[in-house]
Nanobody
């Protein structure tokens, strides 16, 4: 069974930074598209950022210029560097791993931005 595990969430003040990581047991990690999604209380899960096998990235407008997604296929791990955090970034962040019809989710990690 594929395992997807996020880490790095926590409580941070507005303007601060956090780095999320996602590790997976998938052996051919480099063939999978990776992404981060988030879900705030009472809201639908939304896309934050994705990174393709080519390294091409895509970001939600709300995080452009503040968040950076990256992947290291040799480790393998995917990361999300979050800077200039705002209270509206508060949510559970989920790692998504996909290839064709195969889609895997992690259990989520809580990010809380509050003073």
């Amino acid at each position: 069974q594929v395992q997807v595990v996020e880490s790095g969430g926590g409580l941070v003040q507005p303007g601060g930074s956090l780095r999320l990581s996602c590790a997976t047991s998938i052996s051919i990690f480099n063939l999978y598209r990776m992404g981060w999604y988030r879900q705030a209380p009472g809201k639908q899960r939304e896309l934050v950022a994705t990174i393709l096998t080519t390294g091409s990235t895509n970001y939600a407008d709300s995080v452009k210029g503040r968040f950076t997604i990256s992947r290291d296929d040799a480790k393998p791990v995917m990361s999300l560097q979050m800077n200039a955090l705002k209270p509206e970034d508060t949510a559970v962040y989920y790692c998504n791993v996909a290839r064709g019809l195969e889609v895997y989710w992690g259990q989520g990690t809580q990010v809380t931005v509050s003073s």
